[in-house]
């Protein structure tokens, strides 16, 4: 007889952590609460103009149909023209570029095509959280490799290679990194490569940052060095460089010999990106780009503000963000577990932030604090948490 109830899969999968402190600071304000949003990496700018006109464009042309799996050619054309000129990537937009619904689909759709059952797959740990959830749905192994504040976030490789196996099949790498706000260096990378190459695995980088890098850091991408395209995986999209988060336009580069694969999820599983928003991200990436440059800008001076604002409260140590809008901020000093501070710090104070050990056992005495909201809000909540920590009593 047939048991009715949720698979086995899924009843494994924890809810996005991320998403429960939204919904908790959204049950606040429901009681008539001022919260500081500090939770959600959202940028809070409005998407550009001239990319919703081209997308308003579309839809009065009569461009609301399907457009092939793979996306409409023109945009597929711009990604590839953006990651030779951006990135240093070669990548045709026939039949090596997939537009998805979202970089989040990206993820899963190139797991999906690549994991088989008992197959490992290194994820950053603190990381986010879609990496090893995607891995488990899989029937895969996610095995997480620590990065370590007192590191600068770098990846530790003898440790890393020490992780590695014959069944080590994937290794994602996401830099400019949520939620450290680190970024890899390209001598990291470089090693990686060469592992990449004696060990036969392949490499999915997330890049959805890359436009997003502070003091002069140069983001470098794996698949721009020697003899790496041909086993890299990108994922990209237009959510964080050009706020167009509920858009959900994102991409997949990848070599022919594994894209058509990845197009293949892709099509059981969403068909095709909206089409009217294909051509808002064309807009985004053929258009005027100084709306990318005035939000970094704006980003950096966030940035500063909240880096310094953090460390000159007794008891909190804040790394320097080097990329992407997120600080990782050691709380260990307030005398709390992470999960106890963000608590405490949304019912008490009114600031949501993400307990660290949502990305991962690393993340154990940190929390993500992202700096997409105003200068105006991070002024607030730092006044907030320095209150707020200043009732603990006892930091050291």
Same mark, same amino acid.
């Given at each position: ?133 995607? %891995?488990?749905? /899989? ?6 490799? $620590? @990065?370590? =504040?007192?590191?600068?976030? +770098? ?114 599983? %969403?068909?095709? /990106? ?6 808002? $991200? @064309?807009? =985004?990436?053929?258009?005027? +780009? ?107």
């Amino acid at each position: 007889m047939n048991t009715l109830g949720v698979s086995k899969r899924m009843a494994g999968i924890p809810p996005s952590g991320i998403r429960r402190v939204f919904e908790q600071a959204r049950a606040l304000e429901a009681e008539g609460r001022r919260i500081v949003h500090l939770e959600i990496g959202r940028p809070d700018f409005d998407t550009p103009a001239h990319i919703k006109e081209a997308a308003m464009a579309a839809l009065q042309e009569g461009k609301v149909h399907y457009t092939s799996n793979w996306g409409i050619l023109p945009l597929r054309e711009a990604v590839s023209k953006s990651l030779e000129k951006e990135l240093g990537a070669t990548y045709d937009p026939e039949g090596e570029i997939i537009i998805t619904a979202g970089a989040a689909e990206g993820v899963f759709n190139t797991i999906m095509a690549l994991v088989d059952p008992g197959d490992e797959v290194l994820v950053p740990d603190p990381g986010w959280v879609n990496y090893p959830v995607a %891995t488990s749905m /899989a029937h895969g192994r996610p095995i997480p490799y $620590a @990065l370590k =504040a007192e590191m600068d976030f +770098q990846i530790d490789l003898e440790e890393f290679q020490s992780l590695l196996s014959p069944k080590t099949k994937l290794v994602v790498l996401v830099t400019p990194h949520n939620p450290t706000g680190g970024m890899l260096a390209k001598d990291i990378l470089e090693a990686i490569s060469v592992l990449a190459k004696e060990y036969g695995f392949y490499i999915m980088t997330d890049e959805i940052y890359h436009k997003m890098t502070y003091d002069g850091h140069q983001h470098v991408s794996i698949a721009s060095l020697p003899g790496m395209k041909e086993r890299t995986i990108i994922i990209n999209g237009f959510s964080k460089a050009y706020a167009m988060t509920g858009w959900r336009v994102g991409y997949v580069a990848a070599p022919k010999s594994l894209a058509a694969t990845i197009n293949k999820v892709h099509q059981h599983n %969403t068909t095709c /990106a909206a089409s009217f928003a294909q051509y808002g $991200a @064309l807009a =985004a990436l053929t258009g005027p +780009q100084d709306c990318v440059a005035n939000m970094v800008r704006e980003f950096d001076r966030r940035r500063l503000l909240l880096w310094e604002g953090l460390n000159a409260i007794p008891g909190l140590r804040c790394p320097r963000p080097r990329g992407a809008f997120y600080a990782f901020v050691d709380v260990r000093g307030c005398g709390l577990a992470a999960e106890q501070f963000a608590s405490r710090l949304l019912a008490e104070a009114g600031v949501a932030v993400v307990p660290g050990d949502v990305f991962g056992q690393a993340g154990a005495g940190f929390v993500r604090i992202s700096y997409a909201s105003s200068y105006e809000e991070i002024e607030e909540a730092l006044e907030r948490i320095k209150l707020f920590v200043q009732s603990l009593g006892g930091t050291t």
